[in-house]
């Protein structure tokens, strides 16, 4: 699977986790030059707390484009790092 936003592949890997139709992509298949840190977080009761980030690419800026779970629930552990994107950003084979 490769994630592409604005011409450019952020991510891509043969082993994303599928969780609610997210491809969450294993966090060293991802270029993290081009994500940013947010201060944004929300709470899903049954994965934990999300951190955001901001999509730099091109000279544009796609915000709140991708999120992880650092610290997920237990019983969601396998996600843990793992980064989704947004319906902005293509995910294809």
């Known amino acids: 699977m490769k994630a592409v936003w604005n011409g450019v592949t ?3 890997s043969d082993e994303t986790i599928v969780v ?3 491809h ?3 966090p ?3 270029k993290r030059e081009h994500l ?3 201060r944004m977080r929300t709470l899903c009761p049954w994965k934990g707390l999300a951190s955001y980030y901001s999509l730099d690419t ?3 800026t796609n915000r709140y484009g991708a999120w992880s779970y650092p610290h ?3 019983w969601i552990r396998k996600i843990r790092g793992h980064v989704a994107f ?3 950003v293509e995910v294809r084979r």
């Open 10 to 12: 952020v991510a891509e």
């Open 20 to 22: 609610e139709g997210n």
């Open 24 to 26: 969450y992509f294993p």
């Open 28 to 30: 060293d298949t991802v």
């Open 36 to 38: 940013s840190r947010t």
């Open 58 to 60: 091109g000279g544009e």
């Open 72 to 74: 997920p629930w237990p």
């Open 86 to 88: 947004s319906p902005g």
